[in-house]
């Protein structure tokens, strides 16, 4: 089945479900059943979420406030660029004061909250007091994110009475209706959940994440939250999340554009009695699967793309070093060109070939190979012997792998991504409007 076949009424569990099926998962974890991603219970100890509507978007809930019971730890990515969004430059500004007493996120979909200057930052300061005064926290212990249109200020008043709704007994909301209300051109949300066997005891791993459009990550991207009951000291935290990060997120791309607003954030509470210390076996238990979450969310973002019908792997190897593996993956899965073949399901290994070649790798062409799956299609010297039609039939599932092999170097590279399509551009060209 295609993601595009899939009704909008049960795109989430179906696309989850699916991925979730084909997920090797690490050794001791235990994936969550989705149907219990509706009830409060899908979130870690400690953990809760509210949901409201406060008008950016027209009859769908827009904001979203994830809470900690504790002070938890906390570590975060930020996007690199160098127009970031007003909360992502107060969320580090917490995150330098506050590491490890933040007690909760706030998140508004619809409006960007970039490029809009001073005004921009004391609405995205103001959101946070706003939210502490109803929590009963500090300001500071407050991570701060917005996504949607850039250039646009916060209906604030709007907000502010929309957190006014979120008194304590209504942090009711479930896992994915925490997920919705981040959503902009996303098709359907993604959460999904572990849990983890320690040597301690179990502790649970949830995360939600955005992203459908603007995705080409650097540092972090588009938005995803994750929470914990396990300890852990946030040094250590950030290190875990720094790694996985960049062995997930930052392995995606749907169109070549680094969001202003990407972040990804992982807040560790302490309502288990469960330690993690560094060095540790449980360390890397834990970490094993926080990498392996993040990856998922990361699929599910490509899955979800802008228009996208098919989910690709680019892995390259055989390159000199790792950098270069990682120059030529990238450019491949973010070429136009590559992805309009995606789409029409065209086995044209010349376009491959060339986006490796203009990538800045160092490689000899004529040692070249490419796969599609178990399908040879291009051996070196530029020999091509393959049947067209078995080629079709891989190219039109809706996931597959491209292995391209620049020769027998001991680098390596996996990108993520997904087909350009009509769509993609419909959406975009009216996304203001």
């Not at 807040?267 to 926080?290: C, H, K, M, W």
């Amino acid at each position: 089945m295609k993601l595009s076949d899939y009704s909008k009424g049960h795109k989430a569990v179906s696309a989850i479900n699916a991925l979730a099926t084909e997920t090797i998962w690490p050794e001791h974890t235990t994936p969550l059943n989705t149907r219990d991603a509706e009830k409060k219970q899908f979130w870690p100890k400690g953990f809760s979420a509210g949901t409201a509507h406060a008008g950016i978007k027209p009859a769908k809930k827009d904001l979203v406030i994830i809470k900690s019971d504790e002070p938890s730890s906390a570590a975060a990515v930020f996007t690199r660029n160098l127009c970031s969004a007003a909360p992502v430059v107060v969320s580090k500004e917490h995150l330098e004061q506050s590491a490890s007493s933040i007690r909760a996120i706030i998140c508004n979909s619809g409006n960007a909250n970039a490029a809009t200057g001073e005004k921009g930052l004391t609405d995205a300061r103001t959101t946070a007091e706003k939210t502490a005064r109803i929590l009963g926290i500090s300001s500071q212990e407050v991570l701060v994110s917005s996504t949607g249109v850039i250039g646009s200020f916060l209906p604030m008043e709007k907000i502010n009475s929309a957190i006014d709704s979120l008194s304590a007994v209504l942090f009711e909301a479930s896992c994915a209706k925490a997920a919705e209300a981040i959503m902009t051109t996303d098709t359907f949300p993604k959460y999904f959940g572990l849990d983890i066997s320690l040597s301690t005891g179990t502790v649970r791993l949830s995360g939600i994440a955005k992203g459908s459009g603007m995705i080409c990550p650097d540092m972090a991207t588009m938005l995803a939250f994750l929470v914990t009951d396990a300890k852990i000291e946030q040094k250590l935290l950030q290190e875990m999340l720094s790694k996985a990060n960049e062995k997930s997120f930052n392995t995606i791309t749907v169109d070549g554009d680094t969001s202003t607003n990407d972040m990804v954030a992982l807040l560790s509470g302490s309502s288990s009695n469960t330690r993690i210390l560094p060095g540790s076996r449980d360390a890397q238990v834990f970490y094993e699967a926080l990498e392996s979450l993040m990856t998922f969310l990361a699929r599910l973002i490509v899955m979800d793309g802008e228009g996208a019908t098919k989910l690709v792997k680019i892995r390259v190897e055989g390159a000199a070093t790792d950098l270069d593996a990682q120059k030529a993956a990238r450019t491949i899965a973010n070429s136009s060109l590559v992805k309009t073949a995606l789409h029409g399901e065209d086995a044209n290994w010349g376009r491959i070939i060339a986006a490796a070649g203009r990538s800045g790798a160092v490689f000899n062409p004529e040692n070249a190979s490419i796969q599609f799956d178990d399908l040879l299609i291009l051996q070196p010297g530029y020999v091509s012997d393959f049947s067209e039609e078995n080629a079709k039939k891989i190219l039109s599932r809706n996931s597959y792998t491209i292995i391209v092999s620049l020769g027998d170097g001991a680098g390596s590279a996996v990108v993520h991504t997904c087909d350009l399509s009509k769509e993609y551009i419909e959406i975009n060209g009216s996304y203001r409007t």
